[in-house]
């Protein structure tokens, strides 16, 4: 078989804040094609981990590689100008504009401006690429001129998801992207996400979901104490003991080695 590619890396990430230390030499690696389930206890470092990727935060130690080139962001911008987008656990959508506005908040298309200076905001050519690119990723959401304040929690979700979905050019994160949402919505954002990694975009999801992350993940990481303790593969490891090395019930070493996927 030949080796996976790497989309993604980072070696020995370390994080403090002030006494605390949340990344203690956290390893990471997303391969292209895959949902990578990013799973760990309360305090085990997942947030922190996700902030170095996406740009949120700077580490102390470590390097992080995307498609084996170190980068150094210093925002969120560069992490967005990198191809890498984030759906926040808080969500960042705007109630009150239309699904179209909140698909182009922030990178609003604008017709060409006389003398150098900038346009006005496009409104008609978002509205149909808006439509495009909600319907490449299947989303079925009638009416893109509807305000998202009256979409469901789950559709708005599928707003946040679609929006990174749609302009990630390599990576989509997505923090606890089904925390709060029932069970049919939270199905309505999980096959989207798998939409997203179908079209090419490789994902990694945190979640505390474990039905969730078992049915989605192509790979699991676990964070534990501000580590990596393993990476390992939903089809050859039950439930339970993936719980257990979370929790350090278990080590890896109990393990079997079929069900690790490092
Ligand atoms: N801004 C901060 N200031 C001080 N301590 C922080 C900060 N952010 C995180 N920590 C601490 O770092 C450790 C790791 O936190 P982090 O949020 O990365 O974990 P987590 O796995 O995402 O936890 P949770 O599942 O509870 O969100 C915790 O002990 C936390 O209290």
Redesign the pocket.
């Known amino acids: 078989m030949s080796a996976p590619q790497i989309v993604m890396q980072a070696k020995g990430l370390v994080k403090r804040?002030?006494q605390?230390?949340?990344?203690d030499g956290a390893d990471f690696e997303l391969r292209a094609g895959e949902i990578l389930a990013v799973i760990?206890?309360?305090?085990?470092?997942?947030?922190?981990?996700i902030?170095c990727l996406s740009g949120a935060t700077i580490p102390d130690e470590g390097e992080i590689l995307l498609d084996g080139k170190v980068i150094h962001f210093k925002s969120p911008i560069d992490a967005r100008m990198s191809g890498i987008e984030t759906v926040y656990q808080d969500l960042a959508v705007a109630p009150a504009m239309t699904i179209s506005e909140n698909l182009f908040l922030g990178r609003e298309l604008r017709r060409p401006g006389l003398l150098g200076k900038l346009g006005f905001i496009d409104k008609k050519r978002m509205l149909s690429e808006s439509i495009t690119r909600m319907n490449d990723l299947k989303v079925g959401i009638r009416s893109m001129t509807q305000a998202v304040e009256t979409l469901s929690g789950g559709q708005r979700q599928c707003v946040a998801v679609g929006r990174a979905a749609a302009f990630a050019q390599h990576v989509v994160i997505m923090d606890e992207p089904t925390a709060a949402l029932g069970v049919k919505e939270g199905n309505m954002v999980l096959e989207l996400i798998r939409r997203v990694r179908d079209k090419g975009l490789p994902v990694v999801l945190?979640s505390?979901n474990m039905p969730h992350v078992f049915e989605v993940a192509d790979r699991i990481h676990i964070?534990r104490l501000?580590k990596r303790a393993a990476v390992v593969n939903p089809k050859k490891i039950s439930m339970s003991d993936t719980v257990a090395v979370m929790t350090g019930a278990k080590s890896v070493d109990e393990l079997p080695e079929e069900a690790l996927a490092f």
Do not use: C, P
Not at 20 to 23: E, R
């Open positions: 804040y002030g605390v230390t949340a990344l760990g206890d309360n305090g085990a470092g997942k947030s922190s981990l902030k945190i505390h964070a501000g």
